[in-house]
């Protein structure tokens, strides 16, 4: 496991909850966490430093077979992800876009549960995760 990245929860506006209901994507994001099923949804958080990581992955919206956010961030081109362990237990996605107006700081986290239901996260709370190669 990697270092461990830590910040804050913070509001989103549900865009990626309805996008990651899209068929092509449920079907296209399994392969890339490793076969773990992702609750669909994101969670925001604002790390406490510029995020530094390395995230192997990279997907367009040719890759997934489906428009997904080119009416919602038209300067993204794809979206660099890694898989991660959440709070020392849970398994997902980070994902950050690669427009150049995305925060330097920011990190979206597609999890396997809620986590704001499973871990009584409210906006500000406080939220940690490492990066991995594979789950095990």
């Not at 237990?89 to 995305?102: K, M, S, T, V």
């Amino acid at each position: 496991m990697g270092p461990a990245h830590r910040g804050r929860v913070a509001a989103g506006r549900g865009f990626a909850s309805e996008r990651m209901a899209l068929p092509a994507v449920r079907q296209g994001l399994p392969a890339l966490a490793g076969g773990v099923v992702l609750v669909p949804g994101t969670l925001n958080l604002m790390l406490d430093l510029p995020f530094a990581g390395f995230l192997p992955f990279y997907v367009t919206e040719a890759d997934l077979g489906a428009l997904v956010w080119a009416d919602h961030a038209p300067a993204r081109r794809g979206l660099s992800i890694g898989r991660a362990v959440i709070a020392g237990r849970y398994r997902g996605l980070i994902l950050r876009g690669d427009e150049p107006d995305y925060p330097a700081n920011q990190v979206e986290i597609a999890c396997e549960v809620r986590l704001r239901d499973s871990l009584t996260l409210a906006d500000g709370a406080r939220l940690e995760f490492q990066l991995v190669d594979s789950f095990r």
